[in-house]
């Protein structure tokens, strides 16, 4: 069975610092997709990354990197610089399936950017 | 390019009764997957179809049953609602483009309560 842990579940920054949320997952396949979700106080999902099993390296989009491991089977996300706007529920994922389909989600971390 | 759309947003029921909610893809996406967001279950997935054709569904009874059209567009139904059933549905398409996957974009949700 697939299991997504997010430790931490709330967070609070002062805007401009940097932050990381820590994901944590387990699987048996050695095929999967691991994903991030933002998701506003507006409630509306935002997908913000996929990424394969077979793909190590680290991304960066703007002030938005993340770091997969899968010697420690974890799959971090930081954000640079935060702010205000960035206060939102975050969401790690995995699939075994590959794709979007039976995705297992994490229960979130809240993040609060105080400004 | 419209986004995903979803209606009714908002929607109250009583037990017992039986709801349909409808999600409107982005033009052109194949693949429309449904979700359900409670405060103590958090994220789970419900189903995923393509091209009319449900592709996995998640831990969840048989009252949950869902289609789509030969244009694209999904209705998910739950037959005797429950109490447990109060919940934001989200809906969320992407294009499943060949050789990879495209971007998945999630609608607004329809937030059901059962009383």
């Known amino acids: 069975a697939q299991k997504v842990t997010q430790a931490q579940t709330e967070i609070s920054v002062v805007e401009k610092e940097d932050v990381t949320l820590d994901c944590v997952y387990e699987t048996r396949d050695t095929t999967y997709y691991l994903f991030w979700y933002k998701q506003p106080p507006s409630g509306e999902l935002v997908f913000l990354i996929r990424r394969n099993s077979f793909d190590e390296q680290n991304e960066i989009s703007g002030r938005y990197s993340w770091n997969f491991q899968k010697s420690t089977s974890s799959f971090n996300f930081t954000i640079t610089a935060s702010q205000v706007v960035d206060s939102a529920v975050y969401f790690c994922?995995?699939?075994?399936?590959?794709?979007?389909?039976?995705?297992?989600f994490g229960i979130g971390t809240k993040l609060q950017v105080i400004p | 390019k419209a986004g995903v759309t979803q209606t009714p947003r908002y929607l109250i029921k009583t037990r017992g009764q039986q709801v349909t909610l409808s999600c409107s893809p982005i033009?052109?996406?194949?693949?429309v997957s449904w979700y359900q967001q409670t405060p103590g279950q958090g994220l789970q997935f419900l189903f995923e179809?393509?091209?009319?054709?449900?592709?996995n569904k998640g831990n969840f009874p048989g009252r949950f049953s869902g289609r789509q059209f030969s244009n694209s567009r999904s209705e998910m139904n739950v037959s005797t609602l429950e109490l447990g059933d109060s919940a934001l549905y989200l809906c969320a398409s992407s294009a499943r483009l060949a050789g990879g996957l495209d971007t998945q974009y999630f609608g607004p949700g329809t937030r059901l309560t059962v009383l």
């Open positions: 179809y393509f091209s009319e054709t449900q592709r």
């Open positions: 033009s052109g996406h194949r693949s």
């Open positions: 994922a995995l699939s075994e399936t590959g794709g979007y389909q039976k995705v297992t």
